[in-house]
């Protein structure tokens, strides 16, 4: 009876927490009407902070929401070389891109050497509350998640954007 009761135990304690749920895939056109940068480019680097003042990223908003004290865990940052802007203007070569950690927060999980198209904003669409917002401040950063087009690199998304570019 002690190892059913542990073993039904093991199995609750198995079960997912949480996970990222997004609302159905978007086209082209709506994730770059939603994006404030689109960019492809390779990543460079990774970073897995909670300091995100070097990137000009500011909390605002109620401090006191329960929300606030989720956005103090670490993300991951990754250092972008952009080599095509599809939308919104890059002052510099690289850029930063800022994403939940783990799959689980709808991070996405960027692989340092691969190429990739990032679909970003300027506030953290991850939010866990309407609150209280991490916003990026100039141009220094930006965010995207797994509910984004965000992607490896293809032709046939490079292509789709090119088209809307020449509309």
């Not at 939940?100 to 340092?112: D, E, Q, S």
């Amino acid at each position: 009876m002690r190892i059913i009761s542990t073993a039904s135990c093991l199995l609750l304690l198995a079960q997912p927490a949480a996970a990222c749920k997004c609302q159905g895939e978007t086209t082209v056109r709506v994730a770059v009407q939603h994006a404030e940068v689109v960019v492809s480019g390779r990543v460079i680097s990774r970073l897995i902070t909670a300091n995100l003042k070097p990137y000009g990223i500011t909390i605002v908003g109620d401090t006191t929401d329960w929300a606030y004290h989720i956005m103090k865990f670490p993300v991951a940052v990754y250092r972008l070389k952009i080599d095509k802007v599809y939308k919104g203007k890059s002052v510099a070569d690289t850029l930063a891109v800022i994403t939940p950690a783990n799959g689980t927060g709808c991070g996405v999980l960027f692989k340092v050497g691969k190429r990739y198209i990032v679909y970003a904003t300027a506030t953290d669409e991850v939010a866990h509350s309407t609150m209280v917002r991490r916003v990026s401040t100039g141009s220094r950063a930006y965010w995207t998640n797994a509910c984004t087009r965000t992607s490896n690199w293809f032709a046939e998304e490079d292509k789709a954007l090119l088209a809307l570019n020449r509309k």
